[in-house]
């Protein structure tokens, strides 16, 4: 139903563009303002631009149905830009209680069982394809996830693609699909999270936006099947300063009540 919802607001999306006009040409054509990963959980589609430095931050609070709430901060990132499609990254954070992420840093979720642990990333975010007509914005992103504390000394991976269209109007609609590997114990499975989301400005400071995403496993003995619907927004304190809550709930019985996220990102 939420995937539904979704692709009738992008279809009416689509056609109020193209008939106001078209889609926007290039990625040139976007406004030079910060644009982070954390707003929401589908990835930018873009970079953090030629030797500038994007720095997020975020809290989230999930209240789980089955096991402790959980608590997850400081879902910290920096973004490097080494060129104009090449951005190293590396963060830090630290998780304490039940399972869940909806930061969009990481995908996984496995315990009911309460735990403390934290990890660092590192990896890098490459531009694919600029926006030109219906060529969609889109940028891969590999990353890498070592645990520093807690109950496990495995490392995981996380690969994804993130495209998107910029439309006439200013509205966006990007969507991506993660992989990553998971472990429980001696249990190894393989993730999958789909997500997609609609931003639409509010003047010229304000953006708000509807989502879904889910994250969904494969070979694993308990199987994942997590999926929300959320609704979020930011504002840009200046065109290098972004502040931006998300709340969301979830679909199924397998899925959290709801989170709530709270996150800033400065660019230089």
């Known amino acids: 139903m939420a995937l539904t919802m979704a692709a009738m607001a992008a279809a009416a999306t689509v056609q109020d563009a193209v008939g106001q006009g078209q889609l926007d040409r290039t990625a040139a054509t976007r406004p030079d303002e910060i644009e982070t990963d954390r707003d929401s959980f589908t990835f930018a589609p873009t ?16 209240d789980n149905r089955l096991g402790p709430e959980a608590h997850s901060v400081p879902e910290l990132l920096v973004r490097r830009g080494l060129g104009d499609k090449v951005e190293l990254r590396v963060g830090f954070n630290y998780e304490a209680g039940g399972p869940g992420t909806v930061s969009g840093n990481e995908i996984g979720g496995e315990d009911v069982i309460s735990e403390y642990e934290s990890r660092v990333l590192y990896g890098t975010k490459i531009e694919t394809s600029e926006q030109a007509g219906w060529i969609p914005q889109s940028a891969l992103i590999v990353q890498g996830f070592t645990p520093t504390y807690g109950p496990t000394t495995q490392s995981t991976l ?8 910029r439309f006439a109007n200013g509205w966006e609609w990007n969507s991506a699909m993660r992989y990553g590997t998971g472990f429980v114990e001696e249990d190894a499975f393989n993730q999958w999270a789909p997500s997609s989301v609609l931003k639409i400005p509010v003047g010229e400071r304000w953006n708000v936006h509807t989502e879904y995403f889910g994250i969904f496993s494969s070979g694993k003995e308990l199987p994942l099947n997590v999926q929300y619907i959320s609704f979020g927004g930011h504002v ?13 709930w979830g679909l199924n019985e397998t899925t959290p009540n709801f989170f709530t996220n709270l996150g800033v990102g400065v660019r230089y």
């Open 47 to 62: 970079t953090a631009g030629a030797q500038r430095t994007i720095l997020e931050a975020s809290y989230s609070f999930i």
């Open 158 to 165: 996380m690969a994804g693609e993130a495209f998107g269209w």
């Open 236 to 248: 840009l304190v200046t065109k290098d300063l972004e502040l931006g809550l998300r709340y969301g």
